[in-house]
């Protein structure tokens, strides 16, 4: 009996599905448990650089002398599995030089591991945004290179993978810095392939407080419009410099999104711009906000897809500032703290009342089992 069928049995897959699915995983090396132990030396607590929706994220060097980032699964979690699986099939075929590349992955016993390469400039979360002290200086330059970057990324992923893949993750803590400060979109633990011939798809949400897209996170209606409406988000984040939402500031305030629709009205979005960039192009700066906007628009078909958001960065094609409307849906969507089952007719045993928070430092990841109908917006 293979280690695989051991470990999750047939029940939860349907007979010869778990082999299939893992023999066509080739581009990603195996690693025993005792691998991962003696690489992040017993799971040692100061090796320990992250905690995510679904579990912990240690530093660890491998045999060889390569730097990882290993990824532990929650066990308890049975929605993990589904997730790992999901992580490696779609991961391991796509390489980009904007993606996180998936080293490989350990099933062992009720461990699922994944293996990345070690990106040592961490998240953009914990440098950019973070509170405490960040040796790194960014730039104009440098924030330009990381816009322009998660958007090859996110375009190839969205219009050249096929089946196209849908990230439903996009945020600041899956944007990670390599030594030359070129980023990659790291997690596709949430990703899912579309296929196109599918006209319904039963799922669930998974996505974060802040980022989700208004139809995502209301209706559950995901297309990569919902993607390109976190991506808007994490550009107003980048050219500012501040967390999406900041509790800490006056009500007005708290919600980036909000107060730039705000400041552009008023003919002030300069006064958003991150002041810490002596090198900053204002007027450039001023665009990548009012792209940003442009992609967190409420209306899906407002948005614009990533190839043409690479245009309007570049300046081959105009942004029309007369389609600019109200982001709409802000305050309500940000306190919004579980996504209600909402289904539209379509039974799956995949729906249900079922409805699971979790809550890690000021992120609230949402997940509820839902079916949904036709995928739109394509
Ligand atoms: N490949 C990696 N290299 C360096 N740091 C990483 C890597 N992957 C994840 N991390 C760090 O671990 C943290 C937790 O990651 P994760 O479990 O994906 O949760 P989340 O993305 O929800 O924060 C991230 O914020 C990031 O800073
Ligand atoms: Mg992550």
Not at 116 to 123: I, K, P, R
Not at 204 to 230: C, F, H, N, V, W
Not at 251 to 257: F, K, R
Not at 318 to 343: I, R
Request: charged share 25%; hydrophobic share 35%; net charge negative.
């Amino acid at each position: 009996m293979s280690m695989f069928s051991w470990c999750f049995g047939k029940r939860a897959f349907p007979a010869g599905g778990v082999d299939r699915e893992l023999s066509d995983v080739e581009n990603v090396r195996t690693y025993t448990y005792k691998e991962m132990r003696v690489a992040t030396e017993d799971f040692r607590p100061e090796n320990k650089i992250g905690q995510g929706g679904f579990g912990s994220v240690y530093k660890g060097t491998l045999k060889d002398g390569s730097l990882v980032a290993i990824k532990v699964l929650s066990a308890e979690s049975s929605q993990g599995l589904k997730e790992f699986l999901t992580e490696i099939t779609v991961i391991s075929d796509i390489q980009h030089e904007n993606l996180v590349k998936l080293h490989g992955y350990c099933v062992e016993g009720n461990s699922r591991i994944l293996v990345y390469g070690y990106l040592e400039n961490g998240s953009l979360d914990q440098t950019l945004l973070g509170s405490g002290q960040c040796s790194i200086n960014f730039t104009w330059e440098v924030r330009k290179k990381i816009c322009i970057g998660v958007t090859k990324g996110l375009a190839y992923l969205h219009e050249e993978v096929q089946p196209h893949v849908i990230h439903r993750d996009i945020k600041a803590s899956n944007i990670l810095l390599d030594e030359h400060f070129t980023p990659k979109i790291s997690d596709f633990g949430l990703a899912k392939l579309f296929p196109s011939h599918l006209t319904h798809i039963s799922t669930r949400i998974a996505g974060t407080q802040g980022y989700l897209a208004p139809e995502y996170a209301m209706r559950g209606q995901l297309t990569r419009k919902a993607d390109i409406y976190s991506f808007g988000v994490l550009l107003l984040e980048i050219v500012s410099g501040r967390p999406n939402q900041n509790r800490r500031l006056p009500v007005e305030d708290q919600y980036l999104l909000e107060r730039v629709w705000q400041q552009y009205r008023e003919g002030e979005l300069e006064s958003l711009v991150d002041t810490s960039m002596e090198d900053v192009d204002m007027d450039e700066a001023c665009l990548y906000l009012k792209i940003g906007l442009l992609c967190a628009q409420s209306l899906p078909k407002s948005r614009p897809s990533m190839s043409n958001v690479m245009k309007m960065l570049n300046g081959e094609l105009e942004l029309s500032e007369k389609d600019l409307a109200d982001p709409g849906l802000l305050s309500e969507l940000m306190n919004y703290k579980t996504v209600k089952n909402n289904t539209s007719g379509t039974s799956s045993s995949g729906s249900g009342n079922h409805d699971d928070s979790r809550s890690y430092g000021n992120t609230t990841t949402s997940y509820a089992n839902m079916t949904f109908t036709a995928i739109t917006e394509r």
